[in-house]
């Protein structure tokens, strides 16, 4: 693990979208894990300025989601497909049909996580996965407990995440989803570069077990010291319990 602490979430996803930018531009056919949350966005920002102040090419790239919310259309406010049309691929030169986001209102959900699993081993495998964490130390939706050899599936949300989540749904629980599907760590873990993002005080407690404590299913993002290449961007508050 490297571990990279800036003083700010803007400085460290700046130095992040480094890593991103220089990838697509050694490798046109890159594949990109993204993530949603508050977390990415100001990486996406600098993407986006990238794209248009220094042409930063997504013409070939291909990208794959965490994970999405059972039940909400596409065009629904909070599903994670209009995030990221919204916060990225409408603002860059990506083509739509090259966006990958799991289908939340499929009518069979473990066919589509399997269609979703071989797009990705179709697509070459992710070069580069970026991800946010929960507060319960959850990496895309794999709640804790959530096996590390897991693939694309259906969950059921913890407690925590529901209420943490709220704040997107007019802060009312009773109306953010509680099944989602997401990608498995085991999907995470065969990413060749995995690229965590977290910011404030409230990620400390996570980021310090994940970094520092064992390697156990009740800490997903435990297992990334078992990754060969992963890189965490952290503000110095998230780092503050290191
Ligand atoms: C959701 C997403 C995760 C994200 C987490 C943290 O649960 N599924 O991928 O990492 O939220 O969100 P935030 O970045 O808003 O703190």
């Not at 220089?22 to 990486?43: D, F, I, N, Q, Y």
């Not at 599903?79 to 069979?108: C, Q, W």
């Amino acid at each position: 693990m490297e571990i990279i602490i800036k003083e700010n979430g803007q400085v460290a996803s700046e130095a992040a979208a480094r890593v991103v930018a220089r990838l697509v531009r050694e490798k046109p056919h890159a594949v990109l894990g993204l993530a949603t949350g508050s977390t990415p966005l100001m990486l996406y920002k600098e993407l986006i300025r990238l794209h248009r102040e220094e042409g930063l090419d997504f013409s070939q790239v291909t990208t794959f989601n965490l994970d999405e919310y059972i039940g909400l259309p596409a065009d629904h406010e909070q599903s994670y497909r209009r995030f990221m049309n919204e916060s990225l691929f409408k603002r860059i030169n990506i083509k739509m049909e090259n966006t990958h986001v799991p289908d939340g209102m499929a009518a069979d959900v473990p066919a589509a996580c399997a269609a979703y699993e071989q797009a990705i081993v179709e697509a070459g495998g992710i070069d580069l996965q970026v991800l946010g964490i929960g507060s319960d130390g959850h990496v895309g939706f794999n709640e804790p407990t959530s096996s590390f050899a897991s693939r694309t599936r259906i969950k059921t949300l913890t407690r925590q995440t529901v209420a943490d989540n709220a704040r997107f749904f007019c802060g009312d629980e009773c109306r953010v989803p509680k099944h989602c599907i997401t990608m498995g760590i085991g999907t995470i873990m065969d990413a060749r570069m995995n690229l965590l993002l977290a910011f404030g005080e409230g990620k400390a407690g996570a980021i310090a077990a994940t970094v520092e404590g064992g390697v156990a299913a009740i800490m997903p993002a435990s297992i990334l010291q078992h990754h060969p290449c992963a890189k965490f961007f952290i503000d110095e508050a998230a780092a503050s319990k290191l």
